[in-house]
């Protein structure tokens, strides 16, 4: 093994042991719930919110899911008083994709939820991988799964829908020039979390992808009139009056995940900023960088680097986003860090692209010791990317699409 490869297996370590340490409790309590099947402590997991919405449909109260109050009592009448508070804050479409749920135990439905979707994230890097250009490397492979699993080992403990998100992310860039149809129902599918998604559009567009654009927008309007046919079209209003505000209430003043936040807001709350200047510090932010990323995108020659700097850029002026969104980022870091070969007096920008990849698992520490650096690191490594654009001709609109073995 080269010294260079030796230096990221210990970094790799040490960043695994350290999100393990700080994550500890929840460590603990997840493996406690697994060996007894504990309802309770699966309760206290984010994927109870999506097998409560749709038990409330299965039992004709969908409306309530989109009632703040009303939702938590219901959670509070099945698991009993305790219960941490949760929100339904999703788009009302993402209840189409948890029809399968119904009428499923908690446990259960949770445990093969997270080992389905992990398995699908694995097939989606894989693709990511063996099916593009993109994946041309060294033969450092092994590094890519080391690399990701503190991201997986964070997914697995909050039980979010991370895989998933990162796994349909990861497929629609692979397929967008090859496969519209199917890329555009992977990106239709993200709308699930539209703002992981904001600046997808501009990369396609540079792209010249039109047929993926035009295949997106068309799954995306199926998916929303599927939705009101199975639902009711009056939960599309409900989400606009009810569950937008209070989540908007929840993004600038609630402390219950604040060092969960990679994004600006995220690190102005840990100081506990008031909320007028956050929105302004926000806006100030996003006035500042949206122009320069933008061109970044459009300049950048290699596909790779181009697709990193729209996911990451969309983390840089994401209002809300959490560290469990960000598993496509740390593959595609992954993936820059393995096809480089990088000597072993260049440890340092091996090293960069590794604090890339585990960047997820550090969110919180970080935040925990008031080191609110990650917005300024995400930006970092956007400079990177520019860096070494330098003196290289600017890509064309309809750069070489991915070939598909």
Known sequence: MSRQNANLVYFFSIVFFLGLFTHVKMTVDLFIGIIHLDERIFALSDFVNNWMAIKLWSEGKHMLIFDYDAYLQELVAVFGPGIEQKAWSYPPHFLLFLLPLQETDLVWSAIAYQIIGLVFFGVAVWLFLANTKFGETNGNARLLFLALAPFCWLQLIYMHNGYWVAGFMLLGFCYAGSRPVFAGLCFAVLTIKPQLGILIP????????????????????????????????????????????????????????????????????????????????????????IVPIILLIWKCQDPLHRIYVTICGTFVISPYSVSYDMGALSAVAALILIREDFKDDEAGKSLFLALMTVLPVLVFPLSLSYLTVVPFILVGSLVWIWWQSRGKPTAEPTITSPTVS
């Open 202 to 289: 501009v990369y396609l567009i540079f792209c010249g992808y039109w047929k993926t654009i035009a295949s997106t927008i068309i799954w995306t309007a199926a998916i929303l009139c599927m939705t009101g046919m199975i639902f009711g079209f009056e939960i599309f209003p409900l989400f606009f009056s009810q569950t937008m505000p209070n989540q908007t209430e929840v993004l600038l003043s609630w402390d219950g995940f604040v060092g969960m936040m990679p994004g600006i807001i995220g690190a102005l709350r840990v100081y506990k900023a008031p909320s007028d200047m956050i929105a302004i510090m926000y806006f100030a932010w996003v006035s500042l960088l």
